[in-house]
């Protein structure tokens, strides 16, 4: 270990990578709860999307420790999932199959732009102004999933979305709405006071509280307006019903597809992917203090293609595309300064895999609470935003109220992208524009106006 991972160059040992490799578990495992339940919408068998949630995660953690030695865990990616699920899936109607065809073709697409210096050149061209828009509108996105998943917002026919009734429908809609909150104070208490795992066990206690409440008769089980039993079933994973969904991106029918649509998909899962993946590892490397002198990562071109194989190896397995996670700094404040953390982190991963039944169990309003928390990491992008130049922090505002308001991240991409070059362009600041964003903005007016 110490000739591979070179510990005591880089200020570590084994006992600190491997606690460190835990506790970056344990801030990233609330994954394996909502992403199922995220892919559930669109059609994936959850058992299944829990079984390639925790394979895909294994492969790029791995992939990440043993050709990188970086400490940084990956998963499928919040937001990512909520993409792929309610608006490929959802809002577009595309099967899933197709979905994960987009996915794969775009971890191909990665891999390519890794093993070269493209990946960074994009990211170069991209306003950074812009960047944090995205990262925000994310944010904000998730938290609005997250708030419909705990029945605190629901449908209204005159104002589109309102509060729930607590009176009307107390045993159902209304307590969870209130566990849900409870669940989002007992995160956000935790994670102020430094408490590892926070958003993990916010997401537990809110589930036990709700199991509680279920025992005492305060949430009553009725199927048939979709709230089911909180108790877990304590079973093996079922393995069969990963067969429906292991390699079925090979068998995606594009019949009734277009190809531009399919095109606009893809460019928004590498849009997001790229610079949520860049992004991260420059957060993360910097609070670990291994940029060099040039603020430049090194090593980032293996950092990058074990990205990308994880994102094709987690299409072919059956999930959303796996990026870097932000949690991965749990680790590194922990002493994570290696890949062997990666390692522990990774092998915990592929343990879960056996506990498939319990967080298949988790109801939405207790993984909401999560939604909503990660959603205010997201959004905390906004202060890097110079909301004194208006040149850049319009395009960025523009982009980041689409998201949630359109119910899509490819929306708020394309306005995001559109106004800031005509914004900048109209302002005689058109030198600042880099020839990709006018390429960018062509794309997306033409996807208006001709589809």
Same mark, same amino acid.
């Given at each position: 270990?110490?000739?591979?991972?070179?510990?005591?160059?880089?200020?570590?040992?084994?006992?600190?990578?491997?606690?460190?490799?835990?506790?970056?578990?344990?801030?990233?495992?609330?994954?394996?709860?909502?992403?199922?339940?995220?892919?559930?919408?669109?059609?994936?068998?959850?058992?299944?999307?829990?079984?390639?949630?925790?394979?895909?995660?294994?492969?790029?953690?791995?992939?990440?420790?043993?050709?990188?030695?970086?400490?940084?865990?990956?998963?499928?990616?919040?937001?990512?999932?909520?993409?792929?699920?309610?608006?490929?899936?959802?809002?577009?109607?595309?099967?899933?199959?197709?979905?994960?065809?987009?996915?794969?073709?775009?971890?191909?697409?990665?891999?390519?732009?890794?093993?070269?210096?493209?990946?960074?050149?994009?990211?170069? /061209?991209?306003?950074?102004?812009?960047?944090?828009?995205?990262? #925000?509108? &994310? *944010? $904000? !996105? =998730?938290?609005? @999933?997250?708030?419909?998943?705990?029945?605190?917002?629901?449908?209204?026919?005159?104002?589109?979305?309102?509060?729930?009734?607590?009176?009307? /429908?107390?045993?159902?809609?209304?307590?969870?709405?209130?566990? #849900?909150? &409870? *669940? $989002? !104070? =007992?995160?956000? @208490?935790?994670?102020?006071?430094?408490?590892?795992?926070?958003?993990?066990?916010?997401?537990?206690?809110?589930?036990?509280?709700?199991?509680?409440?279920?025992?005492?008769?305060?949430?009553?089980?009725?199927?048939?307006?979709?709230?089911?039993?909180?108790?877990?079933?304590?079973?093996?994973?079922?393995?069969?019903?990963?067969?429906?969904?292991?390699?079925?991106?090979?068998?995606?029918?594009?019949?009734?597809?277009?190809?531009?649509?399919?095109?606009?998909?893809?460019?928004?899962?590498?849009?997001?992917?790229?610079?949520?993946?860049?992004?991260?590892?420059?957060?993360?490397?910097?609070?670990?203090?291994?940029?060099?002198?040039?603020?430049?990562?090194?090593?980032?071109?293996?950092?990058?293609?074990?990205?990308?194989?994880?994102?094709?190896?987690?299409?072919?397995?059956?999930?959303?595309?796996?990026?870097?996670?932000?949690?991965?700094?749990?680790?590194?404040?922990?002493?994570?300064?290696?890949?062997?953390?990666?390692?522990?982190?990774?092998?915990?991963?592929?343990?879960?895999?056996?506990?498939?039944?319990?967080?298949?169990?988790?109801?939405?309003?207790?993984?909401?609470?999560?939604?909503?928390?990660?959603?205010?990491?997201?959004?905390?992008?906004?202060?890097?935003?110079?909301?004194?130049?208006?040149?850049?922090?319009?395009?960025?505002?523009?982009?980041?109220?689409?998201?949630?308001?359109?119910?899509?991240?490819?929306?708020?991409?394309?306005?995001?992208?559109?106004?800031?070059?005509?914004?900048?362009?109209?302002?005689?600041?058109?030198?600042?524009?880099?020839?990709?964003?006018?390429?960018?903005?062509?794309?997306?007016?033409?996807?208006?106006?001709?589809?």
């Amino acid at each position: 270990m110490e000739k591979f991972f070179k510990l005591k160059e880089n200020g570590t040992n084994v006992r600190t990578e491997v606690l460190a490799g835990v506790t970056t578990f344990m801030t990233m495992a609330y994954i394996l709860a909502v992403n199922p339940s995220m892919l559930a919408a669109a059609g994936i068998d959850p058992t299944a999307a829990l079984i390639a949630t925790c394979l895909a995660s294994f492969v790029g953690t791995i992939c990440m420790a043993l050709m990188a030695n970086y400490p940084f865990a990956l998963a499928p990616g919040m937001g990512l999932n909520a993409y792929f699920a309610f608006t490929v899936c959802g809002a577009m109607g595309y099967d899933w199959r197709v979905a994960l065809a987009a996915v794969a073709a775009e971890g191909l697409i990665f891999i390519v732009l890794s093993l070269t210096n493209v990946r960074e050149a994009i990211f170069n /061209a991209i306003p950074s102004t812009l960047k944090k828009g995205v990262s #925000a509108g &994310i *944010g $904000l !996105f =998730i938290a609005f @999933i997250g708030l419909q998943g705990a029945h605190i917002v629901v449908n209204n026919d005159s104002t589109l979305v309102s509060y729930v009734s607590f009176r009307s /429908a107390f045993h159902t809609e209304g307590i969870c709405a209130i566990l #849900a909150l &409870i *669940g $989002l !104070f =007992i995160t956000a @208490i935790l994670y102020i006071k430094n408490i590892k795992g926070s958003i993990l066990i916010g997401i537990i206690s809110t589930w036990v509280l709700g199991m509680i409440c279920q025992a005492t008769g305060l949430y009553a089980v009725t199927p048939d307006a979709g709230f089911y039993s909180l108790y877990p079933t304590f079973a093996i994973t079922d393995f069969s019903s990963y067969g429906e969904t292991f390699g079925q991106v090979f068998k995606a029918d594009f019949s009734n597809v277009s190809i531009v649509n399919f095109i606009v998909v893809l460019f928004a899962f590498l849009f997001v992917d790229m610079f949520d993946t860049i992004g991260t590892l420059v957060g993360v490397a910097t609070k670990a203090k291994m940029l060099d002198k040039d603020d430049k990562l090194p090593r980032i071109k293996p950092a990058l293609l074990a990205d990308a194989i994880a994102t094709t190896a987690g299409a072919i397995f059956g999930t959303s595309t796996t990026t870097t996670y932000v949690e991965s700094s749990a680790g590194v404040g922990a002493g994570a300064r290696t890949g062997l953390s990666s390692v522990v982190t990774g092998c915990l991963f592929l343990l879960s895999i056996l506990f498939a039944p319990i967080f298949t169990a988790i109801p939405g309003f207790a993984t909401a609470p999560a939604l909503i928390f990660v959603g205010f990491l997201m959004l905390m992008a906004v202060a890097e935003i110079n909301f004194e130049d208006f040149t850049e922090s319009i395009p960025a505002y523009l982009c980041l109220v689409a998201m949630p308001l359109m119910y899509s991240i490819s929306e708020g991409i394309a306005i995001g992208v559109i106004s800031y070059v005509i914004i900048n362009v109209c302002c005689g600041k058109a030198k600042k524009v880099t020839p990709l964003m006018y390429v960018l903005m062509v794309l997306f007016i033409a996807k208006y106006a001709f589809l």
